[in-house]
């Protein structure tokens, strides 16, 4: 067999080539680990509503995705409401997120129907290791920043240094006022939603009591 001449046009041959088989094999790969991966976030999701909720006897509706301007950026959230195995309703977990000091800082955050804050945990963040990244224990409860137990109802939680009654993470500022705005955020998409939906099923009482009076 004839050796391949070396030449510019073979070598570019040659490297599309391996590029190729090199994109195909890592398609194949993603192919197979796509749907674990969904499993697992599912998974991680479902002990997350648990553990900010404070129970897991509990049932989830079907999410709800919800858009809203915030300081005129859109943000996204997820409202997953949550009843107890009676159907009461226990409040809501919502996903929430800000731009944290190192990227996309995502919490879900547990409210009850109060707007008391049951619990948190972190989903995502690229905040700094044993600075920011201190966010996932730092505003549990008996730690130094607990929210545990408060509310953005009155007015939003704001640290210390802005005047707030919430510490912040010790040099940390900017991790600990994202965070914050996520939550506060969250308490209000929640808040509104919640507000919708009550004025929606008065209005269908009233309807219904207007039919049952003709």
Same mark, same amino acid.
């Given at each position: 067999m004839e050796k391949l001449k070396?030449?510019?046009t @073979?070598?570019?041959?040659?490297?599309?080539?391996? /590029?190729?088989v090199t994109g195909v094999a890592l398609a194949f790969v993603n192919h197979i680990t796509e749907g674990p991966k969904a499993e697992k976030a599912t998974q991680t999701l479902n002990n997350g509503i648990k553990e900010v909720?404070? &129970?897991?006897?509990?049932t989830v509706a079907e999410p709800?995705?919800?858009?809203?301007?915030?300081?005129?950026?859109?943000?996204?959230? %997820?409202?997953?409401? %949550?009843?107890?195995n009676s159907g009461k309703s226990l409040g809501a977990a919502v996903e929430s997120t800000t731009m944290g000091f190192g990227g996309d800082l995502k919490i879900l955050v547990g409210f009850d129907d109060e707007g008391e804050i049951l619990g948190y945990t972190l989903l995502k963040h690229a905040e700094?290791?044993?600075?920011?990244?201190? /966010?996932?224990?730092?505003?549990?409860?008996?730690?130094p920043g607990n929210i545990v137990g408060k509310s953005p109802k009155e007015k939003p939680l704001t640290v210390s240094k802005d005047g707030g009654e919430v510490d912040a993470i010790t040099a940390s500022t900017i &991790?600990?006022?994202?965070?914050?705005?996520a939550v @506060?955020?969250?308490?209000?998409?929640?808040?509104k939603a919640a507000t919708d939906g009550n &004025?929606?099923? &008065? /209005?269908? /009482?009233?309807?219904?009591?207007?039919?049952? @009076?003709?």
């Open positions: 070396s030449s510019l @073979n070598m570019v041959c040659v490297l599309v080539g391996v /590029a190729l909720m404070g &129970t897991d006897k509990i709800k995705t919800v858009s809203q301007t915030f300081d005129g950026k859109d943000f996204e959230f %997820v409202i997953h409401k %949550v009843s107890d700094t290791p044993g600075l920011g990244a201190k /966010a996932d224990v730092w505003f549990q409860k008996d730690q &991790t600990s006022r994202a965070f914050l705005k @506060n955020q969250a308490y209000e998409v929640y808040s &004025t929606g099923a &008065t /209005a269908q /009482a009233k309807d219904k009591e207007d039919v049952d @009076n003709e």
